[in-house]
C-alpha cells in the first residue's frame, strides 16, 4: 500500500469513530440553541463582581457556538446588561468547548481529557474575567 492509501483509511477509521458523537453533539447543541435564549442569559449575567463572570464561563460551555459566532452573541450579552467581566469570560469559554467538540472529545482523546477540557476553559475564562474586573477597578 502506498502512502496516501494510508493516510486516506486512517482519516476514514478516525472519521468513523467521531461521527456518532459529532453527531449526537450536534443534536444536543441544536437543543441548547433553540431553547436557551440570549435575552435570559443577559438577566443572569448583569451585575458588577465575580458572580456574573463565574456563571458566563459555565454558562457559555455547552452552548454551539465558533469563535466568530460568539462575537454577536457577547456584543447581545452586552446590550441586555451582561457586565464586562462576565462579557469576556463568555466570550472565552464558549468556543473553546461546545457540546460537538466535548462529544468528540471523548470520542478521540478518551474520558478523561474529554472532563479536563470544559474544566481548563472555565479556569481560563474564570482567569481573563477576573484581570477585567481587576482593570476596571483600577480606572
Not at 37 to 47: E, I, Q, S, T
Not at 84 to 103: Q, Y
Not at 108 to 136: D, N, Y
Amino acid at each position: 500500500m502506498n502512502t496516501l492509501t494510508l493516510i486516506s483509511q486512517a482519516f476514514l477509521y478516525l472519521w468513523l469513530d467521531a461521527a456518532f458523537w459529532l453527531i449526537s453533539g450536534l443534536v444536543v447543541a441544536g437543543l441548547l440553541q433553540t431553547f436557551v435564549k440570549g435575552d435570559y442569559l443577559g438577566r443572569h449575567l448583569n451585575g458588577q463582581g465575580f458572580i456574573p463572570a463565574i456563571k458566563a464561563a459555565i454558562l457559555g460551555i455547552p452552548l454551539p457556538l465558533c469563535s466568530c459566532g460568539v462575537i454577536p452573541a457577547a456584543v447581545g450579552l452586552r446590550r441586555a446588561g451582561a457586565s464586562k467581566g462576565a462579557t469576556t469570560a463568555f466570550l472565552i469559554s464558549t468556543p473553546e468547548t461546545g457540546v460537538d467538540s466535548i462529544a468528540v472529545s471523548y470520542a478521540l482523546l478518551g474520558p478523561f481529557m474529554t472532563i479536563i477540557r470544559p474544566v481548563a476553559a472555565i479556569c481560563s475564562a474564570i482567569t481573563a474575567a477576573v484581570l477585567v474586573i481587576l482593570g476596571e477597578k483600577k480606572t
